[in-house]
Every structure is written in structure tokens, then in C-alpha cells.
């Protein structure tokens, strides 16, 4: 089955860390896509702009608008994604868990609408 | 004479046979069926065909000799058929494939006991927590929403529709059915375990037994927990929960008079208490001890078993009832614990001590609406001599409780109070 793995965090934790710090958090999340691909596990995975660079569409009152801004605001904010082909929700379950993400914000797991 | 069988006889042996059958291997055969699918809705539902055709089938032509497999094979064509009419071709595949362990397990007439697994992905740490105990009931036993729903005091439609939820984010989700690997076990089993003690409390409620569905309900967690017991013979923790629900369940003839009044522990007639499960308790408990690995239900059933041997003999033994409810709060911080620690507390170092304990849980604001709370209170304040104090606990305790049998008991304790 395949799994989208949502990593929501504090967009200002990462700005807040020192240049060795976040060289750290890169080569944790290097590690971490390299140990999904040797397992057979990943898909695709992508980290995403700031949330300052989000455009939202959205209708209301029958118009279509176009917003400067996310979704929604809020503490953690959707940062990437990895997408993942697993055989079960323990098996995606333990790779969210190993998530460098988990660390230091939330990780989502959602099973992919199979068609 | 040649005795002929005639038609209601066989009609009434093929239905003896069928529910014989439901009875003991339902949620095998759903747990079967379901395995690879993850399908438990419609496992459930392709069973539930398969033996209304059973009852067809069988007056006609005679009881199969494996009823199981029997069951299992049409259920495979009905649900095949089911899922042809949906248009839902890719599941077609996934039972189709399923023939092969079938057919061997009809050959050798065993059906492989996956009732564990199924267990385990319904007490999953990703289903709401409240429903893995009706899910366990309903998937395991074969309950209906109904019967579920009235025990668990909500209405039958939106107990059908979270059943329903769940069962569709086991399947959605991907949630296997598998027992769990030994690292992770005892935390997974001890969830399974909670929602059979849930089950059994909730069966519990209803002291009298006068609802026949919640008096049910306790003898199905009993069925469950012995299956658990069963299956995992080397977990203490399992046993535990066993010796605790037969040591409660001992107990349930003497917990009310014959004019149905609340009768307290140490006044009970223990001429009424069933002996065969006491002993068969304590067997256990010795057989989970002995593996040396203490949990909270071999902890409460010690407790039980504490109490029924200071009723029995009238060895005073409060010393030892509380160091077991120390060994409780050091597992987790109940306040219920804490209050029958407090109360331990009164019978050994007096009312006041015991009164002084409760005062400091006094500040947990879950236990401003607790009956056994304020019925602690009033007992031990009654003891102090502080009626005034006592008479206004009992009136929150009396507000509090929905049992009318405690309620009048309680009524009773309080109006014996000195003006």
C-alpha cells in the first residue's frame, strides 16, 4: 500500500539553528530518504517552500478568490512529504516514526485513495 | 420401529448446529475471511449469508462434517458474487486467491486461528480508543450493533456508524492483521486486554443482572479473555486480567440481597460465591506470578484475592492490601487507586489517616463528579464523627450514583448518621 507521510514543523525552529545545526537536520533527512530507498519504500519525497511563498484558491459565495497566504495558519505548518509503498499501516507507522520529522514536529499518515 | 427424523428435527439439529458453530468459531471464520482483504464488513456480511444458507441447506441435505469449512467456502462465492455485482473487480482477485488455503483447510479440517490478529487490529493504536471494545465484540463475537450500543449506554445507530467507521479505516488504512513481534507485544497486548476489561466492566454495571444483554456481556469478555489466555499462554499480564474478571464474577450472587439491596464485601454470605472460580483465579494468578512479570492485572486480582481471603479466614491483612495498591500507583496514577489506598489507609492506621490521604487527591478535578469519591469521603468523615461534613459527601455520592440498589444503600448509611 502506498502511504503519504505529511511533515508538519515549526517553520521557525529551522531559521532559529545554528549553519552546523541545520547541517545536522540535512544529513539526518539524507540519511533517513537513503535508508527508504535501500529498503525498496520510496516513492517520491519533496520538502516544500516557507509557507510565506503559499498562494491559496478558494470560492466563496460562488467566487473564485486568490489569496496570499496558506490554508490555514497555524503553530507547525506543512514543510514536505514523503510517499511511500509499504505492505501495511505498522510497516508506514515505523517509517513515520523514524521520520527525522517525528523529532522535532508532527508526521501524518495517510493512506493513498487507490483507484 | 426405524426411527425417522422428521422435518422439524432436522430443521431444529441444523440450527442446533449452526449457532453450536457461531458460537465458538465466528470470529475465526471471520478473522479467515478477513485476513487478507482487511475486509471485515464484508467478511461479516459474506458470513452472514453463508449461514442463512446454511439453514437452507443443511434439513435438506444433512449436517456437513466440517460445518467451518463448509461455511467458509460459500461465503467466499457470495462474497466473490457480492463484489462482481459492486463492479469491485480488483477485490474479486484478492478472494479468489483465497481458495487455496481454503481448500486445505477444509481437507484437514483445521481452520487456522487467526481470532489474535483480528484482535490486535482492532485494539490498533490508530482505532479510536473507545471503540476497540464494541469492535472486539462485534467482529469477534458476532454482537450486533444493538446489543452493543444498550451496553455501552449509546444509541444503536451511531454505535452502527462508528463500527462502521472503524472497519473501513482498518480496511482504508491498511492496519494488518498480524500479532504483534515481541518487542512491541506487551504494550500492544495490554490495549486488547483493556478493551476486553472494558467490555466486562461495562457488563459489570449491572450487578443484578436483570439486563440480559449486559449479563451477556460479562460472559462473553470472560469467553474472550480465556481465548486470549488461550492463544498467549506465556503472558502473565493475560492471565491476570483472567484471575481478576473470574474473581469479580465469583462474587456477582452475593453482591445483592434477595430484595435486590447493595451488599457490601464484608458483609456478603460467602456461601454464595462461587468457589470453583475463586480457585480456578488463584491457580492463574500463582501460574502469572511465577513468570515474574508484574503488571496491573495481576496487581488487581492479587488485590481480590486479598480481600476474599481476609473475608474467608478473618486474617486481617490491610498491611498487605495496601502495599498492593502502592505496587498499583507506582504503574500508573489512578485516582481510583488512590481512593482504595486511602481506604486501605483508614483500616490501618485509622479514619483520620485515611481522611488525610483522601484530602490531598481532593484537588483532581475529575473527582468532583466520581460517586466513589465522595462515598469514600462520607464513610471516613462518618468514622471521624463529622456528621454534618459526612451527611453533605453522602448527599454528592447519593446525587452522583445511577445504580438505585447503592443509591438506597448509601441513603441508608447516611440517615444513620448521628444528629
Known sequence: MQYLLLLYADEAGWTKMSKAEQEQGYAAYMAYTEALKKAGALKSSNRLQPIATATTIRTTNGKQQVLDGPYVESKEQLGGYYLIDVPDLDAALSWASRCPGAGHGIVEVRPIWSM | ?419
Not at chain 2, 479514619?351 to 488525610?356: H, V
Open chain 2, 1 to 419: 420401529m426405524a426411527a425417522t427424523i422428521s422435518g422439524d428435527e432436522r430443521n431444529l439439529l441444523a440450527r442446533n448446529m449452526a449457532e453450536a458453530v457461531a458460537r465458538q468459531s465466528y470470529g475465526k471464520l471471520v478473522a479467515f475471511l478477513a485476513a487478507r482483504t482487511r475486509d471485515v464488513a464484508a467478511a461479516e456480511d459474506a458470513l452472514s449469508e453463508a449461514f442463512a444458507s446454511a439453514l437452507a441447506d443443511w434439513p435438506k441435505n444433512g449436517c456437513p462434517a466440517n460445518p467451518e469449512g463448509w461455511l467458509l467456502t460459500v461465503a467466499r462465492r457470495k462474497a466473490i458474487d457480492m463484489l462482481r455485482r459492486r463492479r469491485h473487480e480488483e477485490t474479486v482477485d484478492e478472494w479468489q486467491t483465497m481458495s487455496d488455503s481454503l481448500e486445505a483447510a477444509e481437507n484437514n479440517g483445521q481452520i487456522p486461528d487467526q481470532r489474535l490478529a483480528l484482535m490486535f487490529a482492532c485494539a490498533h493504536p490508530a482505532i479510536d480508543a473507545s471503540i476497540r471494545s464494541p469492535l472486539i465484540l462485534q467482529v469477534v463475537l458476532g454482537l450486533d450493533a444493538k446489543a452493543i450500543a444498550s451496553a455501552f449506554l449509546t444509541s444503536p445507530a451511531a454505535m452502527g456508524k462508528r463500527l462502521v467507521r472503524a472497519k473501513e479505516k482498518i480496511k482504508q488504512a491498511g492496519i494488518p492483521f498480524v500479532i504483534p513481534e515481541k518487542e512491541e507485544l506487551p504494550g500492544r497486548l495490554d490495549v486488547v486486554l483493556d478493551a476486553i476489561y472494558a467490555a466486562f466492566a461495562e457488563g459489570w454495571t449491572d450487578p443484578a443482572g436483570t439486563d440480559a444483554t449486559r449479563r451477556d456481556l460479562t460472559e462473553e469478555s470472560l469467553f474472550l479473555a480465556r481465548l486470549v489466555t488461550d492463544l498467549l499462554p506465556q503472558e502473565p499480564e493475560a492471565l491476570g486480567l483472567l484471575a481478576l474478571m473470574l474473581h469479580a464474577e465469583a462474587r456477582r450472587r452475593a453482591r445483592r440481597s434477595e430484595e435486590g439491596e447493595f451488599v457490601p464485601l464484608a458483609q456478603q454470605n460467602i456461601e454464595l460465591w462461587d468457589s470453583g472460580m475463586i480457585r480456578e483465579a488463584e491457580d492463574l494468578l500463582k501460574r502469572a506470578s511465577a513468570m515474574g512479570l508484574l503488571g496491573r492485572y495481576q496487581l488487581e486480582a492479587a488485590l481480590q484475592s486479598a480481600h476474599v481471603h481476609r473475608v474467608h479466614t478473618g486474617h486481617w491483612n490491610w498491611q498487605e492490601v495496601v502495599q498492593i495498591y502502592d505496587a498499583l500507583l507506582g504503574i500508573s496514577s489512578s485516582p481510583v487507586v488512590a481512593i482504595n489506598r486511602a481506604l486501605a489507609i483508614a483500616e490501618l492506621d485509622g479514619a483520620e489517616a485515611g481522611l488525610k490521604d483522601l484530602q490531598q487527591l481532593a484537588a483532581d478535578p475529575r473527582l468532583t463528579e466520581y460517586q466513589p469519591y465522595w462515598a469514600a469521603r462520607a464513610e471516613l468523615l462518618a468514622k471521624t464523627g463529622a456528621c454534618q461534613e459526612a451527611r453533605e459527601a453522602y448527599d454528592i455520592a447519593i446525587g452522583l450514583e445511577s445504580d438505585a440498589a447503592v443509591r438506597r444503600f448509601l441513603q441508608g448509611r447516611q440517615s444513620a448518621l448521628k444528629l
